[in-house]
């Protein structure tokens, strides 16, 4: 399955710098529904932004039912985003 969707790169508020974009709901929805979780509901996907792919899992954010892609610093630094900025991604679910 291929998600593909743009939304705001945001910071996580706690001690560490983690950044993350928000899958909008109704890709989340058809995720739950159609794809297997692993250890605390994550899913392992594939990613692209721009140039850049890599292997990571989105996570489930229960407050917001939804999941979180963590975008990490050498994508950021590569793709030259920051907090806030809109971002387009590509997502290779493994099911």
Do not use: C, N
Request: hydrophobic share 50%.
């Amino acid at each position: 399955m291929i998600v593909e969707f743009t939304a705001p790169l945001k910071v996580w508020s706690g001690p560490a710098a983690w950044f993350f974009l928000p899958l909008p709901q109704a890709e989340a929805g058809m995720i739950r529904l159609a794809v297997p979780r692993h250890g605390f509901g994550s899913v392992r996907v594939r990613a692209r932004i721009g140039g850049s792919r890599w292997a990571t899992s989105i996570f489930p954010d229960t407050k917001a039912g939804t999941y979180l892609l963590p975008v990490k610093a050498a994508i950021r630094k590569a793709e030259g985003l920051s907090d806030g900025d809109p971002v387009t991604v590509e997502l290779l679910i493994d099911a």
